[in-house]
C-alpha cells in the first residue's frame, strides 16, 4: 500500500535536476527540495526530537518554506503550523500554549527580538531557513537544544495541525490526518486531464499550478500539496498581486487557475482580457461565497466558467463542479457551490431540533464520511440547502447570526441585498452590541470606483429592499474590507470600525 510518505518521498527523487517551484523568478529544482527535507531531517535527529513531538514551523509563502511542508509529509514528524504574521505578544502566547520543542523560521523573523524571546522562553531548538543552497537549515545561536519540560505531543496519524484563517474569531487548530491527505491526493489525481493513480510511478509534468494563497492556511497548503503530489512544477506567489498573478499566467499558460472571490473582482476590475486567460479552460473559486453575478460576468468576459468549491480546514473537497457539469447544469443551478463528492454523506437539518428536513429546505449542513467524523454525523456551522441530486446552496454562517430584539438577521442575507446596488462593489454585515435590542446589524461597504452614493443614501435604498429589522444601523464606506491572509473578510476587524458609537446607532428609527 503506498503511504503519505511514499508518494512525496517518490516525487522528491523522479528526476533531482527538473524545475519544481518558482518564486520570484528563480527556480527550486526538485532536488534543492529534497535537500531541504534532508536537512530538517537531519537536524531533527541531532537535536534528538523524537517523531510523537510535534515541530512548529512560522510559515511564509517562498520557495524554501513550501519544502519545508513537503519535508514533514515525506517525514515522520507532525507539522504545527505558526502563523509569522501574527503580532510578537500573540505568537508569544500562541507558543506558550503550544510549546513544541522546536521551531522552524525564516531569518527576517529569527531577527525579531520578540519572536526568538518568545521561542527562548518555553525552551525550543531553533532552526533556521537559510535560503543558501549549500546549508539550507542550520541552528539559531543560542537555540540550539531544547531544554527539558512538557513538550506539543503529536498523533502519528496526523500530518498537520493546521491554523484556520480566523475569519469569524480567533484562529484554532485543526488535526489533518494522512489518510485525509492522501484521500485528497487520490481524488485530485482522478480528476487530472490525464488522471493517474496513487499506485502509479511517480511522474513529473511540465505544465504549472500557479499557488497565490498563503501556505499557512489550508487553501494554499492544498493547493501545493496536490500539485506536488501531481508532479505538477509550482509558480508561487508571495500574495495575491493582479499584476503578478497576470504576468505567472502569459508565463505558464495553466488550464487552470484559482482565484478567491475577492481576487476575481480585482483580476476583472484590471480589466484582464480574453486573450490574456485563453490558456484557461476554467477558474475555480473557494475560501468565501461567491455571487452568481460575478460568475456571469467572468463568464461574458472570458467565456471561461467560474467553477466554485466548498470545504473547511475541517473538511476538504465537499462540493464542486466540473467543466461539464457547469454547462450542462449551472444555468439551472445558479448560486450552487457544485455537486456534493461521493466521498461525503450530506443532509440538513433544522437548527433548533436536529431532525433532517426535506429537500430544497433550508437549515444547517451536516456531513459524514471517512475522514471526517467517521459514522457520526459532523455539524457545520453554514445554513445550506441540498436537492435530491446533492446539489448544494450554501446560504450563509449559522454564526452570523444577529439578534435584534428578538429578530433573527442573516448577516449574508442582507449582504446579497447591498450588493445589488449598482454603487455598491463589495458589503460585510455584522452585528454590534446595543443597549436597548442586544445587538444590531451594520454595514461596512466598498463602493464602485467612481460611485457618488452617501451613506444616508444607501440606507434609505436598504429601507426599501429589507425588512425593518434588517436594514444595518450604521454604515461606513471603507478603500476595502479588513482580511485575512486568504482575502476572506475578516468580520472581528469589521466590528471594529464600528466600536466608535455614532448618532445613527442609537436614533434610527427604523428600529
Given at each position: ?5 511514499d508518494?512525496f ?5 523522479v528526476d533531482p535536476?527538473?524545475p519544481?517551484i ?6 527550486l529544482?526538485w532536488?534543492d527540495?529534497?535537500d ?11 537535536i ?15 520557495g ?9 509529509l515525506?517525514?515522520d ?7 509569522p504574521?501574527?503580532?510578537?505578544e ?5 507558543l506558550a500554549k503550544?510549546?513544541p520543542?522546536v ?9 525579531r527580538a ?6 527562548g ?6 532552526l ?14 543560542g537555540?540550539e537544544?531544547?531544554t ?12 498537520i495541525?493546521?491554523?484556520t ?5 480567533a484562529?484554532?487548530?485543526?488535526a489533518i ?11 485530485a ?8 493513480a496513487i499506485?502509479?510511478?511517480p ?10 494563497n ?18 505538477f ?6 500574495k495575491?498581486n493582479?499584476?503578478e498573478?497576470?504576468?505567472a499566467v502569459?508565463?505558464?499558460r495553466p488550464k487552470?487557475?484559482?482565484l478567491?472571490?475577492?481576487s476575481?473582482?480585482?483580476v ?5 482580457t480574453?486573450?490574456?486567460?485563453s490558456?484557461l479552460?476554467a477558474?475555480?473559486?473557494g475560501t468565501a461565497?461567491l ?8 463568464l ?5 466558467p ?12 465537499v ?15 445558479k448560486?450552487?457551490v ?13 437548527a ?8 430544497g429546505?433550508e ?6 464520511g471517512?475522514?471526517?467524523?467517521g459514522?457520526q ?29 428578538g429578530f433573527k438577521?442573516h448577516g449574508e ?8 446596488h ?11 452590541p ?17 460611485a457618488d ?13 429589507l425588512?425593518?429589522y434588517?436594514?444595518p ?26 466600536a466608535?458609537?455614532?448618532a445613527t ?6 428600529r
Amino acid at each position: 500500500m503506498v503511504t503519505l510518505q511514499d508518494r512525496f518521498k517518490g516525487m522528491l527523487a523522479v528526476d533531482p535536476q527538473a524545475p519544481a517551484i518558482e518564486f520570484r523568478g528563480s527556480w527550486l529544482s526538485w532536488g534543492d527540495l529534497a535537500d531541504v527535507a534532508k536537512g530538517i531531517n537531519e537536524a531533527l535527529q541531532d537535536i534528538g526530537v523524537p517523531t510523537s513531538q510535534a515541530v512548529g514551523c512560522a510559515i511564509r509563502n517562498s520557495g524554501e518554506h513550501a519544502a519545508a511542508i513537503i519535508a514533514f509529509l515525506a517525514g515522520d514528524h507532525s507539522l504545527l503550523t505558526i502563523n509569522p504574521l501574527f503580532p510578537d505578544e500573540t505568537l508569544a502566547a500562541d507558543l506558550a500554549k503550544l510549546r513544541p520543542a522546536v521551531v522552524i523560521a525564516d531569518g527576517q523573523d529569527w531577527d525579531r527580538a520578540g519572536f526568538k524571546a518568545a521561542v527562548g522562553a518555553i525552551g525550543a531548538a531553533g532552526l533556521e531557513l537559510t535560503h543558501d543552497r549549500a546549508q539550507p537549515i542550520r541552528s539559531v545561536p543560542g537555540l540550539e537544544r531544547p531544554t527539558s519540560g512538557d513538550r506539543f505531543e503529536g498523533d502519528p496519524d496526523v500530518a498537520i495541525y493546521m491554523l484556520t484563517s480566523g475569519t469569524t474569531g480567533a484562529p484554532k487548530r485543526v488535526a489533518i490526518g494522512r489518510a485525509r491527505i492522501l484521500a485528497n491526493i487520490k481524488g485530485a489525481l482522478r480528476y487530472q486531464k490525464n488522471p493517474a493513480a496513487i499506485t502509479d510511478p511517480p511522474a513529473l509534468r511540465s505544465a504549472a499550478v500557479i499557488v497565490d494563497n498563503p501556505l499557512v492556511h489550508m487553501s494554499g497548503i492544498w493547493g501545493l500539496l496536490n500539485a506536488i503530489a501531481g508532479g505538477f512544477r509550482v509558480c508561487l506567489l508571495e500574495k495575491f498581486n493582479v499584476d503578478e498573478w497576470r504576468s505567472a499566467v502569459a508565463r505558464h499558460r495553466p488550464k487552470i487557475a484559482n482565484l478567491t472571490p475577492s481576487s476575481l473582482r480585482m483580476v476583472l476590475d484590471a480589466g484582464v482580457t480574453r486573450e490574456e486567460l485563453s490558456s484557461l479552460t476554467a477558474l475555480k473559486s473557494g475560501t468565501a461565497a461567491l455571487s452568481p453575478d460575478l460568475i456571469d460576468e467572468a463568464l461574458d468576459r472570458w467565456g471561461v466558467p467560474v467553477l466554485q468549491t466548498y470545504g473547511a480546514t475541517e473538511f476538504t473537497n465537499v462540493a464542486g463542479w466540473s467543466v461539464g457539469e457547469f454547462r450542462e447544469h449551472y444555468a439551472t443551478h445558479k448560486g450552487a457551490v457544485g455537486i456534493v463528492n461521493p466521498d461525503y454523506e450530506a443532509r440538513i437539518v433544522d437548527a433548533q431540533s436536529g431532525e433532517p428536513v426535506p429537500f430544497g429546505t433550508e437549515g444547517v449542513l451536516e456531513l459524514r464520511g471517512a475522514h471526517v467524523a467517521g459514522d457520526q454525523w459532523l455539524r457545520t456551522t453554514d445554513r445550506a440547502v441540498l436537492d435530491a441530486d446533492r446539489f448544494l446552496w450554501i446560504k450563509g454562517r449559522v454564526d452570523n447570526v444577529i439578534i435584534r430584539g428578538g429578530f433573527k438577521v442573516h448577516g449574508e442575507d442582507v449582504q446579497r441585498t447591498l450588493e445589488q446596488h449598482p454603487s455598491v462593489r463589495e458589503a460585510c454585515v455584522v452585528g454590534v452590541p446595543d443597549e436597548r435590542l442586544g445587538n444590531v446589524p451594520v454595514a461596512a461597504v466598498v463602493l464602485q470606483a467612481g460611485a457618488d452614493l452617501t451613506e444616508e443614501g444607501l440606507k434609505a435604498w436598504a429601507r426599501e429592499q429589507l425588512l425593518p429589522y434588517q436594514v444595518p444601523t450604521a454604515f461606513r464606506f471603507v478603500a476595502d474590507l479588513p482580511r485575512t491572509q486568504s482575502m476572506k473578510p475578516m468580520l472581528p476587524a469589521v466590528r471594529e470600525l464600528f466600536a466608535a458609537p455614532r448618532a445613527t446607532q442609537s436614533e434610527d428609527s427604523s428600529r
